[in-house]
């Protein structure tokens, strides 16, 4: 793990970009922690810094009032980083299928199933490297994009609770694969999100086998998450990795 | 109002149990308290002293720890209050329909709705009394039943904020009214709730009408709302009382 940049915000966290092999991430750390920071990791679909303010406010948040060390990585093919000829040309068709109206599950399933495969393993190399740094322990939790973190949630033991965002396409493997899901959960939905079938989501939610699951729904699209949503995050986290 | 009974308990909060006319009720305050205390109702079916420690723990917490005046009456019909012949033998029917497994939504209906149309006007009468007393103020939340609540909202403008339990028979009448509670709302659905149906009550948080609208949905069976979303439920006062 290469750092590549360093910045000390006000509030006093620690706001350093890494690059690990070919995967580019952000680390953010609390100002000051006596013991070592319990971590979060979010899943996300990349390009943080020109494409996600407020993931980015989130994270600043989670470790200048709750202490949490936070780390990002950009996912395969997104961001800055390269793309096969085959993602370039799934994502022309997905251009074309919304321009033209119409389904895009299929195109969707072509392109994020695949994601997943190769995003899982990439984060459990950057959550050995996170581990071994100083001033970062466990337990760990998941935050974000459902699809990686349903995946994650399976074969990765040191994931001891997940906030998964149900605002994104889930592939068909992966819905049933949630049923292996045991860690708690808190499931956020955005009942009127546009492009997301609310049924579908509900239905992904009593899949989850998880003994301590909670699903949060607020009125309004895919965007309008209230901020109030970010504490009752974190608070979920300082149940269970505090 | 007269109060009958009134108690220090550990934590400061003072305990008062009151008649209001034939209303019994209890009201909860914070031992200490700078300003006049915002007031929470918390709608029940009644017989609290005996049949509700859970709800009394948490009427308690609330005035303890976020600073609210906290009161309960019971319902018409309910805990010791005297119940009409009429009552008697629909609740006789209720019993019969549930031991011979027949459907019981009609006999709901014929004792739910009439229980609505008694206990709201009751509610304001008490709400008058207790914003009369020195130390109580607005603005006012309700909590609890989701029948009693939804009349409440909509006629008595004094209710700025209310938390909602889905466990409960909604008389259809009142679904339809439920459109018309344009206050902030917190929902909260015990996902596996063995006596209420989850799609009803899924329905029923799209029915409200309000601009802010939560669901907070947990695994588990009717009485098995975790604790923590006692705590959800006064920052969401907080955040609109406040």
């Not at 966290?13 to 922690?33: D, H, K, N, Y």
């Not at 013991?35 to 996600?52: F, K, M, Q, S, V």
């Not at 605002?167 to 999100?193: M, Y």
């Amino acid at each position: 793990m290469r750092f590549t940049s360093e910045q000390r915000l006000d509030d006093g966290v620690l706001e350093r970009e890494f690059t690990l092999g070919e995967i580019p991430g952000t680390l953010w750390t609390p100002g000051s922690a006596p013991a070592p920071a319990p971590l979060i990791l979010i899943g996300h679909n990349g390009g943080l810094r020109t494409r996600e303010p407020r993931l980015m406010a989130r994270a600043r948040h989670s470790a200048a009032e709750y202490g949490y060390a936070v780390a990002a990585i950009d996912a395969p093919g997104h961001g800055d980083r390269p793309r096969s000829a085959g993602e370039e040309r799934i994502r022309a068709d997905l251009r074309r299928a919304k321009e033209s109206g119409e389904p895009i599950d299929e195109i969707l399933e072509a392109l994020i199933a695949p994601l997943v495969d190769r995003a899982v393993p990439e984060w459990q190399t950057t959550l050995d490297a996170l581990l071994s740094l100083p001033g970062i322990g466990g337990p760990v939790g998941y935050s974000g994009m459902t699809a990686i973190g349903i995946r994650l949630a399976v074969v990765e033991p040191r994931i001891a609770a997940a906030g998964f965002f149900a605002g994104g396409f889930v592939p068909s493997a992966l819905r049933e694969e949630a049923r292996q899901v045991t860690i708690p959960l808190l499931f956020l939905l955005q009942w009127d999100d546009e492009g997301n079938d609310r049924r579908l989501a509900l239905d992904l939610f009593d899949a989850f086998g998880s003994g301590e699951k909670t699903l949060h729904a607020n009125v309004g699209g895919h965007t309008g998450t209230p901020w109030f949503e970010v504490d009752d995050g974190n608070r979920f986290f300082d149940r269970h990795l505090k």
